[in-house]
């Protein structure tokens, strides 16, 4: 069986502080990958990922996703690179096209294309190539450089989407592609029979390329708590996802309801029209034992990594320890 890669993301939504503490522990529970999300609005990934790169040694760090529409390629390419030297090299850098964008008027024109200049853009910087780039979307005048070095030529990069064609861009490209808002195993199938296709047309082998899931977390002893917490918090995501699921058939008027209250603030009324079988599809909650058999389910569809969302339990710190303590060796132990 393929390793396991089990990661916790976290919302850019803390103090200094809590994400040391949020940090430290995963790193004592032995989690592989911490993730910062780069949500429209909420603080930008770099700060809570440098805070978390002091106070750890081990765990690989990155945003999970950082957008090409509203920061220019060489400003990811720092960013990229401050976290890798701050973490010794331990940084990975995500990008997907993001949504909500037309709330502040960025349209979103060639989505492929504009990813693909990117990564060019950003392995050329990193790489320390003066050669220039023209591209469609983007152009480098030639000798335009970074003006330190790079701890890396290049760091790992995930892609994130939902859609086939980005998929087999990132197949392509990417080392790793994640499926954010999706605790599907089903998504995760097809995510990876598109990504084992794309890859090896590519001349790339498809084990080179990572499938991650990840999606709201919420995990108690008190299982039915957590559901009803998880419920709340998916809200907000299940208006924007649920359509790309390609895999899933959802009532469109229970969607368009529930996509009403996201958008009036009313995530409470949104998350009590969620059934629990449709719960299950774009979130891991329950007990210990109920969210370590969702994510082995994951697993089994052909992910390798999954991805513990935002909150993590009814505090965060506690879902990141029973995540910690009960999740993960539960996970660990199936590994053959």
């Known amino acids: ?63 999970a996703c950082l957008n090409p529409y509203t920061m220019h390629p060489a400003e990811i390419a720092g960013q990229a690179a401050a976290l890798d030297i701050a973490s010794g090299g331990r940084a990975y850098l995500g990008l997907a096209r993001g949504t909500w964008l037309d709330q502040v008027g960025v349209p979103q024109a060639r989505p492929l294309r504009r990813l693909r200049e990117t ?42 989407t939902w859609g086939q064609k980005t998929a087999e861009l990132a197949a392509a490209v990417a080392d790793d592609i994640k499926v954010g808002g999706s605790a599907n195993p089903a998504m995760a199938k097809t995510m990876r029979a598109w990504v084992d296709t794309a890859a090896a047309a590519a001349g790339r082998s498809p084990a080179d390329v990572g499938v991650t899931l990840g999606a709201v977390t919420v995990v108690d002893e008190d299982g039915a708590a957590a559901r009803r917490l998880a419920r709340t918090e998916v809200a907000m995501y299940i208006a924007v996802v649920a359509d790309l699921d390609p895999t899933v058939e959802i009532d469109p008027e229970l969607l368009t309801r529930v996509q009403q209250h996201v958008a009036r603030g009313e995530h409470d009324a949104a998350g009590a029209l969620i059934s629990g079988d449709l719960l299950d599809l774009f979130a891991f909650s329950g007990t210990p034992e109920q969210v370590a058999a969702q994510a082995d389910a994951v697993f089994a569809a052909g992910a390798s990594r999954v991805e513990f969302g935002t909150p993590h339990g009814l505090t965060p710190m506690s879902g990141v320890d029973l995540l910690g303590r009960r999740v993960l060796p539960a996970l660990r132990a199936t590994i053959g």
Do not use: C, W
């Open 1 to 63: 069986m393929t390793q396991r890669l089990i990661g916790l993301g976290v919302q850019s939504d803390k103090t200094a502080g809590e994400y040391a503490a949020i940090a430290e522990l995963a790193e004592q529970h032995g989690f592989d990958v911490l993730s910062v999300f780069g949500d429209l609005m909420y603080q930008p990934p770099i700060f809570p990922l440098l805070v978390a790169a002091q106070h750890t040694r081990r765990i690989k760090l990155g945003p």
């Open 119 to 160: 990564v060019d853009v950003v392995n050329l910087l990193l790489g320390q190539d003066p050669a220039g780039y023209t591209g469609r979307e983007l152009t480098i005048a030639a000798g335009t450089a970074l003006r330190y070095t790079p701890l890396r030529p290049r760091v790992p990069l995930l892609i994130g």
